[in-house]
């Protein structure tokens, strides 16, 4: 994903314009034993998503992160019930989740919308795409608390 934005984000600001939207895992998938370097990499591109957001503030060019919600049946997984990667009730996620919430980020309808993370599986398709963005998005990897600057053990 690095490589690829750094290859499109010149033509997207060039046309004043872009939707950049990484598709990454659960928090808890990202801190799971055993899914190294699986985790590492989907926590840096949520950490990217934030980083490429203040840096493209106010440039037309969006960038959200938007995952399944689950592991999605895309016949990459074993079909043994209990591995430990299925959704909430052993089920495998359908990949049209992605459909709606997808097509909204990628329209102008979403201009005004980045750093925010979406769940596909939380995303109803039959309710209007606004309403649904905001009952569903959430800030894109581990926004800053409140009263730090982010630069806490910094020499001045």
Known sequence: P??????????MLKAGVGRIVNVTTSYGTMQRPRMSPYGQTKAALETATMIWSNDLEGS?????????GGAADTRLLPDAPGTGFRAPGNKLVSPTVMQAPITWLMSDASANTTSRRFIGQWWDPDLPADEMAKKVGRPAG?????????DEGLAD
């Open 142 to 150: 581990w926004p800053i608390p409140e009263g730090q600057g982010g």
């Open 2 to 11: 690095f490589f690829m934005t750094r290859a499109a984000v010149p033509h």
């Open 60 to 68: 037309g060019v969006t960038v959200n992160v938007l995952i399944p």
